[in-house]
């Protein structure tokens, strides 16, 4: 699409009941992202409330139209995905817009590839459109969905504006709050947050009749004005889960009594039984869970019902999926077929493909498949084949055991469910997945190319071009996002693997440039942007020395003396381990004074340059740790190894440093609305 054309959804699929938004762009640091937010407006082009302004602390509508479901990597970046049910928009919202914005003076000119796209309830992509010279904007619009009689429309705008969030938001309505008021209530009512959106979207304030009337002041007094809870755009804090209660077992060896038992299973079907009924229960019973975890497959917001080992007529022989998800809204049902494997098996192609036949020929609207694997971009678990001639189209989809897992520790340690009950059944569930004879631990095994490759760097017999380097490469990229999620889920913040591609590189050609790269230098690298950390996590995996290094990048302050920064780092990292190695970075140079901070502790001046003209242009700081030799994720494998180094790198050290400079003062640009 070009700015300002529009097309009507209805026109290019049957399937726009739901559909899915995605904002990308792609960074050429890695380090470049936005954030993105909707707003729903009248007839006057304004937001009927507050409450029609949705973005990071506030995701979720009630009536389940407008759902944010967070970044995803992509080959070239990242990209932020909404869902829309348009069948459940109330009908006196006629626009919809999506925008999105920067923030600590960041303008979307730095980025590339500014791009919205949206695809229909079967995953199929409709339409694009890119934004080219975005310019020094700090926000953009880039759509709007609107009616049109009894249709919805979609017209690409590429607006942007220099006054950032707030700018964007007073045009549409919202009320803003400047700093100096929020300030002042804050020190006088520290409640008053507590009753903002900045709380789990279904504990905000609904509007109800009251049951008992307030009592009502004298009549020659005069009533204070009351002061209404407001949206924030300052992000949340987390809250750390609470301290266990303490047991009232006579000994460690006693267990808890669990709803969901793991000692009985026995064999892979076992567990596959009963991984199933156990999630899809939990999925039921629990709606905001069974939300999240259906809703980027494009299922309507509504009543949830769940079924396993379901008998479907299927030529002579009849199939039981594993599972069956069912969502009643309005009168109508979307359904979904549920495959699952578990213990590192593998899903069948044949089986997958049975299940897309019986699922199109009885009009449900997805599969999703669920494993211990992680999907890659470009890169599909499964072959199917998929008959473009039927009117009813089946979306296939993967989930992993991994994600799963993330968003129960989301909800659970971060975002809470607003029942104990519900939140016991979350408990349990995460407790079933992370226990050793489950079969549900993510992504596991290395593959069958580990080995060798291992063997080929180490001898040097590896060429490039060898097919086993590139499944090496995959295997890398899944375990770093599962690294990924379970860094996220344990700090309630988005940690996504960083990319630093040209713009619009295959995925494909991607990973096998890399490959060539392994061959050549013996090593696996990745990237990990980590919310609210003062640089990127770097992972570096050394295949000829067996060394895991971790680290991360400080640019120096911008004013100061070098002394004093050095001295304050070295006080900062007083708790940190005493094998951590810091290195200073100069301008012009590959590298400056480094040492252990063991060492650097009693004189910190030794990080400084002989030469005192030289510029520091920041540190780097790094741990080092021999590396798992197995493929598994065993105690002494290479999985486990990678996890436990990135966990221990940024609880030790990572926390340990202060938000950049720049990151203090974006409390002040971000206006509280």
Known sequence: MTMGSNVSLTALSENTGSAIVSLGWSSPTGEGDADVSVLLLGADGKVRSDADFYFYNNPVAADGSVQLLGKEPTGDGSEDRISFDLTAVPAEVERIVVAASRYEGARFGELHDLRVTLADAVGESLLRFVIEDAGPVSAIIFGELYRRGEEWKFRAVGQGYESGLAGLATDFGVDIEDDIEDDEAESAAPVAEETSTAVPPDARPQPALEAVPAPRPPADEEAAPKRTARPRTAKKRVTPPRAPAKSLAENETWRPARLFPVSALK????????????????????????????????????????????????????????????????????????????????????????????AARRGYEAVITLSNDVALEGSPLVDVKVDRRRKHQVALWHLSWAEVAHQAQMLIRHEGVGNAARTWLLQDLLHYLQHDNSGCHGFQNMGSA??????????????????????????????????????????????????????????????????DQLCL?????????????????????????????????????????????????????????????????????????????????????????????????????????????????????????????????????????????????????????
């Open 450 to 515: 580990w080995v060798p490759v291992r063997n080929g760097i180490d001898d040097e017999t590896l060429c490039q071009g060898d097919p086993r380097a590139l499944e090496v490469v995959e295997s890398w990229e899944r375990l770093i996002r599962q690294v990924c999620l379970r860094l996220g889920g344990e700090l309630g913040q988005k940690v996504l693997p960083a990319q630093r591609t040209r713009r619009g590189t295959d995925p494909g050609a991607r990973r096998a440039r890399l490959a």
């Open 267 to 358: 064999g892979d079907r076992d567990r596959e039984m009963r991984a199933t009924s156990v999630l899809l229960s939990v999925m039921a019973q629990v709606p905001r869970f069974g939300r999240r975890i259906t809703a980027p497959f494009g299922a309507p917001s509504g009543r949830m019902e769940t079924f396993t080992e379901v008998s479907l007529p299927h030529g002579d022989t009849p199939r039981r999926p594993d599972g069956v998800i069912r969502v009643e809204r309005a009168g109508k049902l979307w359904t979904a077929l549920v495959e699952t494997k578990t213990n590192g098996n593998a899903l069948k192609s044949e089986q997958v493909q049975a299940y897309m036949d019986i």
């Open 521 to 673: 230098e013996g090593r696996l690298h990745a990237e990990l942007r980590v919310e609210g950390a003062p640089g990127l996590l770097t992972v570096s995996a050394d295949l000829r020395t067996a060394k895991l290094r971790t680290s991360v990048e400080i640019p120096a302050p911008e004013q100061g003396y070098p002394l004093t920064w050095v001295k304050r780092l070295v006080r900062q990292l007083a708790e940190a381990p005493a094998d951590l190695h810091v290195e200073t970075l100069v301008d012009g140079q590959t590298g400056g004074p480094r040492g252990t901070l063991e060492r650097l502790r009693p004189e910190p001046g030794d990080l400084l340059p002989k030469d005192g003209a030289t510029r520091i242009t920041g540190f780097r700081l790094s741990l080092f740790k021999g590396m798992g030799s197995g493929r598994g994720n065993a105690e002494s494998g290479f999985i486990r190894s990678v996890d436990d180094a990135v966990h221990r790198f940024h609880s030790t050290v990572v926390v340990r440093l202060d938000a950049p400079a720049s990151g203090r003062a974006a409390a002040k640009e971000r206006a509280t609305v």
